[in-house]
């Protein structure tokens, strides 16, 4: 574990997983239009959004995504966690009330460049709404043991520079 309490690429193994979640409240579906620019009417305008093939607002399809950028962020492999990459399918709506629950799962690791890759799926009700993968780049114990060392090594050079 990193000093965040993050997984460091050392620590991850295939197979492990972990899940966050989050109720989409209309607060978050508005202030994500506004913050992304994103206005489209299919999540702002009710009226207008019942006549779609949704037969309602839904939220935006990236606000969803979010969960697992949350997931990553937040869970696995957690703090000092980087998005390298994401790929993914919208599979269903999600709706204004609606729990996302998104989960990670480590597919496979590389501890020479400190990168995993992520199977990512979002559901809600049990229903599948978005999968994917992402790449992410993650902290190394390795590295950090390093760095320390070069550190120290740096700092007893400038005494013996000192001293004399």
């Known amino acids: 574990m990193n000093p965040l309490n993050g997984y460091d690429i050392e620590d991850l193994q295939p197979g492990m997983q972990a899940t966050y979640s989050k ?3 209309e607060a978050d579906i508005v202030l994500f239009a506004a913050v992304s620019g994103d206005n489209n009417a ?21 606000l969803t995504a979010s969960v697992i950028s949350a997931a990553v962020a ?8 980087v ?3 994401q790929q993914m399918r919208f599979r269903a709506p999600v709706r ?3 729990t996302v629950h998104a989960t990670v799962r480590v597919l ?20 599948v709404v978005i999968d994917g993968e992402a790449t992410v780049m993650t902290t190394s ?13 740096a700092a007893a050079t400038d005494e013996v520079k000192e001293a004399a």
């Open 83 to 85: 998005y390298l990459g």
């Open 141 to 153: 114990a390795a590295a950090r043991r390093a760095t320390e060392a070069a550190q120290e090594k």
């Open 108 to 127: 496979s690791v590389d501890l020479a460049k400190a990168r995993a890759v992520l199977a990512t799926e979002c559901r809600v009700k049990g229903v």
């Open 42 to 62: 299919v999540h702002t305008n009710e009226e207008f959004a019942a006549t779609t093939r949704f037969g309602g607002r839904i939220a935006h399809g990236f």
């Open 74 to 81: 937040n869970r696995l492999p957690g703090p000092g966690a």
């Open 23 to 25: 109720t989409i409240t």
């Open 96 to 98: 204004p009330g609606d």
